[in-house]
Structures are given as structure tokens and as C-alpha cells.
């Protein structure tokens, strides 16, 4: 578990601007979205769940933030980058028909790409800039690269770990994930055995929606921080994921290592 420390943030931005610079991109946002010309019910129901999706992440990086002891400046950027973090979602969809990265375009670098061409950052300072450009890019790749600035890296784990959050409410409430998998109930040995070797695997290798949920269940394995571990058990997310799997013997003690790494997390300080 990486020690959760936030560099110190410059504050150039005062205070009593941060509801005013958030209500004008909440504003841009759902503008956006309305722009893209959602005329058929596929893709206005593909938008309303990736428009949800955004303000819950944005409300989730406060919450891990909040138990992680932010101060107000490194909240506000969180909640910023979780608002934004998939601006890029809505032009792969209305271009490409689907939000499928592999078969269309990294949603992270177009979404780098947005909110550069939109001046959505022109509130904050170059060195702000750069840590909510670098981790929308970041936020969806298998892993963080090693030779970033702190503050990149842990506005980048922080908005990770909000975005799984999210995913996890998503895929609790309902049977279907909409664009998912066919839903078979097979799931590949040689996938079981990437999993207990903790390895990570990616969306472009799931063959099954029995498959997905299992990978949505390794995620455990990649949360940066305690709060999010704590939010995730408190919410019973793992139980409602594996009471859904099939059961054998490999997949129960891939659950059950799960199960025990969201256990020994550490309690709240008090
Ligand atoms: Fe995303």
C-alpha cells in the first residue's frame, strides 16, 4: 500500500472561486454531452450512464480525499479530474459507436485531447494543468508510468481508485453490463491462473461476462489507498461481485484471497 501523502498544491486558485470554476465545467460538461446528438436510445443510455458516472466519480474522489486528510486545494483538483476524467468517452461513442478502447481510441489521451482544444483549463496554473491533462491521460492505462512528478502520481492513483469505485456500483447493480460480454458463465484457466499470480489483465482479453466480474474482483488487488479499500467493504461490493460467479474450486480461493486482502486493511485513524 503506497503511504498516502498529497504533495502541497500551490494555491493560486482563492477558495471562495473553487464552487464557481466547478459549476462552469459541471455546466461544460452537460452541455457536451447534450451537444453530441444522442438521437437514438442506445446512445442516450450509454451517455446517461457515462454523464452519472462522471459526477459520482467526481463525489468519490472527495470521499477517498476526505480519508486521506486532503487539505481543500487537493480535494478541489480531485473533484476536478474525477469530473472530467472520462470528457473523452462521449466523442469515441458518437464517432466509433462504442467505448470499446481497443477496437476505437484511447478514451484517456482523447479525453487529454478535450479538454486541451476546449480551454477548460485556463483557471488554473501551468503546474495544476499539467496533473489534470496527465492524469485523464492515466487514468485508464494498465498501469502508472515510474517517472512522474508525486503529484501526478497521486492525483493519478486517487482518480483510479474513484473511477473503480464507481465501476463497482455500476456492476453491483445490475445483472447486464450494458456493451459487456456475452454472458457465459466460462472462465478461462489460463485467466485464473494470471489472476492468482497477480498479474493484471485487460479489458481486451475477457472472453465471457463471468470473466469480467473476475477481473473487476482482481481490481481489489489494485487500490492505492485505504479509504477506497474501506469504502469498497462497507459497501459489500466483493460479496455482491462473487455471490454472482460460478464456483470452483480455483475460483473460490481467488475470492477468498480477495476477501482477505480487503480484510487487512488497516481501521480509520480516530
Ligand atoms: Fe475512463
Known sequence: MEPSRCPRLHEAIPMNRYDDIYNRLEHWLLTHIASMGSTNGGCRQAFELKRIHSLKVADET???????????????????????????????????????????????????????????????????????????????????????????????????DADKLDIYRVVSEREVVPGALPSQNTIAESLLEDLMAGKKVGYMHLKSAAEMRLMHISWIFDINFEPTLRLIQERNYLEILSAILPSSERIDAFVRKARQHLAAQKPPAS
Open 62 to 160: 472527495v470521499a477517498i480525499g476526505r480519508g486521506l486528510g486532503l487539505e481543500p486545494p487537493a480535494l478541489f483538483l480531485a473533484r476536478t479530474i474525477g469530473l472530467l476524467h472520462d470528457v473523452g468517452r462521449f466523442e469515441q461513442y458518437r464517432t466509433y459507436g462504442t467505448f470499446n478502447d481497443f477496437t476505437s481510441i484511447d478514451h484517456g489521451d482523447l479525453g487529454e485531447r478535450t479538454v486541451a482544444a476546449n480551454g477548460l483549463l485556463d483557471d488554473f496554473d501551468p503546474f495544476q494543468r499539467e496533473i489534470i491533462r496527465k492524469t485523464i491521460r492515466y487514468h485508464n492505462k494498465m498501469s502508472l508510468p515510474s517517472d512522474e512528478s508525486e503529484a501526478v502520481l497521486f492525483h493519478a492513483k486517487l482518480i483510479r
